[in-house]
């Protein structure tokens, strides 16, 4: 397993509930399992999300299988309430985590399409049956290359540099992007000094309750696209955005007056749709993140789509090959799932290969 946050934690779960030991296991020991995970302690990305997003403001988080989130203080840093659970949930159940390990890359050892993958680490070398990947996409923010962007002899940053507003008093703010996190950041960042927002496309809002079948339907249409091998969507660009009392307010401060985007950037701000200049002193890209899975560029698995072709969490063109937190299961939500899914793909691999009747062999899902 590669990667401790959400579907991480949930798939190695599933993989002690299914009988992998913690590898090295005893050598009678049928299969084994060992998570591989490059930050240096529990919470996956939630350890880097910005202090001012607090829990209260906090899209709903599952709770992890077999133990629930303790009670939740609204006003605590998500950053520390998760990274705490995550770290009890880890403790509780003893799940088999080294860290901090980069991943660097994961191949073939041989062709033979029932052999093993080596993965290589800034830890050394571990051998293994299969692999769930579950890196998330924190570690790869998406910037948009525009036209005079080397230009701007402002700041400019990503959501995943973000700290707190205070830092942008009396300065003029633009905040590009259509997401939950932009428009958070500017019901924050509006508090305390003037903001812009601009969107490649109209956002699109809800006025009803996000319910079950409504997460339901989007998941649908993201599983669709991995299925044909086409890059995800992110489960929220196909949700929209949901009307909450803050943004509300921030609607009434005026801070969520989209304009169209851009055309270029100039040295002291931004040239605007219909040609007019808009001065700024900071770009804030609120653009999003692609899926981390760089480390696995020697397996080949993107297609001609430009995405990776999936069967549920099974990569398609490498039945070893499970991603969790990928698409679909990107969520909260999908990724408890996706970590089940993926250990019963697992199982099922292994027992056709190993045999009906016959005993398991000794190395598990990720062993050295």
């Known amino acids: 397993m590669i990667g401790a946050g959400q579907a991480g934690l949930s798939a190695a779960y599933h993989l002690q509930r299914r009988g992998f030991l913690p590898a090295p296991a005893p050598e009678e020991a049928p299969r084994s399992y060992v998570v591989l995970d490059a930050e240096a302690g529990p919470g996956g990305a939630w350890r880097h999300r910005w202090q001012s997003l607090r829990m209260a403001s906090v899209n709903g988080i599952s709770d992890l299988p077999g133990i629930p989130k303790p009670e939740v203080d609204p006003a605590e840093p998500s950053s520390g309430f998760l990274s705490r659970y995550f770290g009890d949930y880890e403790d509780g159940l003893g799940l088999n985590i080294v860290r901090p390990v980069k991943v660097r890359s994961v191949s073939r050892e041989d062709n033979h399409p029932s052999g093993r993958l080596r993965i290589e680490t800034s830890a050394g070398c571990w051998s293994a049956r299969a692999v769930i990947n579950a890196t998330g996409t924190w570690t790869r ?3 948009p290359i525009y036209p005079g962007q080397s230009t701007f002899r402002g700041r400019q940053l990503h959501v995943a540099d973000y700290v707190a507003a205070e830092e942008f008093r009396g300065q003029h703010v633009i905040v590009v992007g259509g997401g939950i996190s932009a428009v958070g950041l500017l019901d924050e960042i509006s508090q305390v000094t003037s903001t812009s927002w601009f969107t490649r496309r109209e956002p699109v809002w809800r006025d009803a309750e996000f319910d079950q079948k409504a997460g339901h339907d989007a998941v649908a249409l993201v ?3 991995v299925r044909q091998g086409l890059p995800p969507q992110s ?6 955005l949901i009307w909450t009392p803050s943004l509300r307010a921030a609607e009434a401060r005026g801070a969520l007056d989209r304009r169209p985007m851009f055309t270029e950037i100039e040295p002291r701000g931004v040239r605007l749709a219909g040609g007019g200049f ?6 804030l890209w609120a653009t999003g993140f692609r899926a981390e899975l760089e480390h696995l560029a020697a397996l080949h698995l993107r297609g001609s789509g430009g995405g990776i072709a999936m069967n549920g969490t099974q990569v398609a063109a490498e039945e070893r090959v499970h ?3 990928y698409g679909p299961s990107s969520s909260t939500i999908g990724a408890n799932r996706a970590g089940r899914a993926a250990v ?3 199982l ?3 027992g056709s290969r190993d045999g009906a009747g016959a005993p398991p062999a000794a190395d598990g899902a990720v062993s050295r």
Request: hydrophobic share 60%.
């Open 141 to 143: 923010p998406f910037w």
């Open 223 to 225: 599983e669709e696209r």
């Open 278 to 283: 808009l001065a700024a002193d900071v770009i």
């Open 348 to 350: 099922g691999m292994l």
């Open 235 to 240: 489960v929220v660009s196909v949700t929209g």
């Open 323 to 325: 991603l969790v937190g």
């Open 344 to 346: 019963a793909g697992i």
